[in-house]
């Protein structure tokens, strides 16, 4: 954009041009309903681009990769990681993602993974339930359970924590792209340098089956390294999140876990609910591959769209009564936490089964638990949104 444009925008946007960085990480949901009602896609100096809030503006942007793409130099993953199915559209990311989409949806795959995740679960609780009546959850059982599950996905020999080290180094390294000179950081280079070496070791034991083992037939090994990467991140960094906004929100509301504990099928609504109301993912990035027109915006080309999921999903032309945590709304599932289109993610139902696994456990083995009064801890984050901690206390 040239600087003759930036004024020119600030004043037709004044909303978005009012909008902070810290109000967007904080509580973002106020001015986000805001820019929803007057600016549905606004132009927001604070992020550099264009912020996208009203569901069907949204929905657009997601359905149509040929005007709104990932695959731009800006994308930050992609240098470090490489070209995976999250940085690239139309028929190459078709081919990256398909294989992978094809393994997870097979059945045997599909209750292995959710047996795995409900062992793991029942496991770091009741480790847990031996302790003083007190815990953390982020890391204590969402970010392990998380882990745990991946590396059964991907069939990795590797130690939770080492996948942790590499996970943060590569997000870390990710992450200062946006504001260094460009350089991959060596710490993040060395950690994908060993999560290669990990995957290789797993693609040399093909009596072990795998989701990367089932993609060997259809991608190059580099091919399957760089997709590894990018679903260890979705894996842990998003259902961490997932698990941790569920249960905030369950104990925040004891009436909705009072009726959880009385009727374990409600723990779906309230997963879908929680999805709902704060996704892990608050917003996905897009770049304008054309000059296009967006909500009575004139988006230019190579301009960053922002397609807010957590706006989307408190349109009240979608949602009655959006910001209301309802157990028995019934088109919860329209949520957008996802995303939609051709990058919904591939690991949904996976998040979902782990989600499950980890409240039920919280049901089976901590009674009276409650949210620590002493410890707030809610959700926050700029684009992904979780509780900083999540400290809890039962009856011991």
């Not at 967007?24 to 996208?52: Q, T, Y």
């Not at 590569?170 to 350089?183: F, H, K, N, P, Y």
């Not at 960053?304 to 209301?324: C, G, M, Q, Y």
């Not at 089976?364 to 999540?390: N, T, Y």
Request: hydrophobic share 45%; aromatic share 6%; charged share 20%.
């Amino acid at each position: 954009m040239s600087e003759l444009q930036e004024p020119g925008r600030r004043a037709r946007y004044p909303v978005g041009a009012s909008v902070t960085v810290a109000e967007l990480a904080a509580d973002p949901h106020p001015v986000l309903a805001r820019l929803r009602d007057a600016e549905p896609v606004s132009w927001l100096p604070a992020v550099g681009g264009w912020l996208v809030t009203r569901a069907d503006l949204a929905d657009s942007v997601l359905r149509n990769p040929g005007a709104f793409t990932v695959d731009d130099p800006r994308f930050s993953t992609a240098r470090v990681v490489g070209p995976s199915m999250l940085s690239l559209d139309g028929s190459q990311h078709r081919r990256h993602r398909d294989p992978f989409a094809r393994a997870l949806r097979e059945p045997q795959t599909r209750e292995r993974l959710a047996a795995a995740a409900a062992s793991e679960a029942a496991r770091l609780v009741g480790a847990l339930a031996s302790g003083p009546g007190e815990a953390e959850l982020r890391r204590g059982l969402a970010g392990q359970l998380a882990v745990a599950v991946m590396a059964e996905m991907l069939g990795l020999d590797a130690a939770p924590a080492q996948l942790l080290g590499w996970y943060d180094a590569i997000v870390s390294g990710v992450s200062a792209l946006s504001v260094a000179d460009g350089t991959v950081a060596d710490t993040a280079a060395a950690a994908f340098d060993e999560l290669s070496a990990c995957v290789q070791a797993a693609l040399a034991r093909p009596a072990e089956p795998s989701v990367l083992t089932a993609a060997a037939d259809w991608l190059s090994a580099a091919e399957i390294v760089s997709n590894a990467a990018v679903m260890l991140f979705g894996g842990i960094e998003t259902t961490e999140g997932m698990i941790c906004n569920t249960v905030w929100y369950l104990l925040g509301d004891q009436t909705a876990w009072h009726e959880v504990m009385a009727d374990r099928r409600v723990i779906g609504n309230a997963v879908e609910e929680a999805l709902r109301l704060e996704p892990a993912a608050a917003v996905v990035d897009r770049y304008a591959s054309a000059d296009v027109g967006l909500g009575g915006a004139d988006i230019r080309s190579g301009d960053l769209v922002r397609v807010s999921l957590s706006a989307a999903n408190r349109d009240p032309a979608v949602f009655t009564d959006p910001d209301r945590f309802d157990l028995h709304r019934g088109n919860a599932r329209q949520h957008r936490a996802f995303a939609i289109g051709p990058h919904f993610c591939v690991g949904a139902e996976l998040a979902r089964a782990e989600t499950h696994a980890a409240v039920s456990a919280l049901l089976d083995r901590l009674p009276g638990l409650r949210l620590d009064p002493g410890r707030p801890s809610a959700p926050q984050g700029l684009v992904f949104r979780k509780p900083a901690s999540l400290h809890i206390r039962w009856e011991a």
